[in-house]
């Protein structure tokens, strides 16, 4: 079992940063890829961005490339998202994610593990 605890999200003005991060229960969490999704209202959830287990791989969806950066440490059993030039459009709730195929689910179906989000609302 992976439990995920997601903080970091807020209220920033557009061009701002934000860094989200992850909390991780479980002794098996360096086995996982991690991950990050959002829904912003009236959307369905999308694909943001994963790593690998090792942390050697990342993999970003394209509105978002150059903009975040996904990082973890297996030591504190945390994955973090560091957003900057924040948009509106970026406004979302923002989950993180564990599964050990991540990079191969990101429609989000059959995804292992979910936190409940945080909220992240960028303001024009």
């Known amino acids: 079992q992976v439990q995920l605890v997601e903080s970091g999200g807020g209220l920033v003005q557009a061009g701002g940063s934000l860094r989200l991060s992850c909390a991780a229960s479980g002794r098996t969490f360096s086995s996982y890829d991690m991950g990050w999704f959002r829904q912003a209202p009236g959307k369905e959830r999308e694909f943001v961005a994963a790593?690998?287990?090792?942390?050697?791989?990342?993999y970003y969806a394209d509105s978002v490339k150059d903009q975040f950066t996904i990082s973890r440490d297996n030591a504190k059993n945390a994955v973090y998202l560091q957003m900057n030039s924040l948009k509106p459009e970026d406004t979302a709730v923002y989950f993180c994610?564990?599964?050990?195929?991540?990079?191969?689910?990101?429609?989000?179906?059959?995804?292992?593990?979910w936190g409940k989000g945080t909220l992240v609302t960028v303001s024009s």
């Open positions: 994610a564990a599964d050990r195929f991540l990079a191969t689910k990101r429609n989000g179906l059959r995804v292992a593990y």
């Open positions: 790593i690998s287990w090792s942390g050697s791989s990342t």
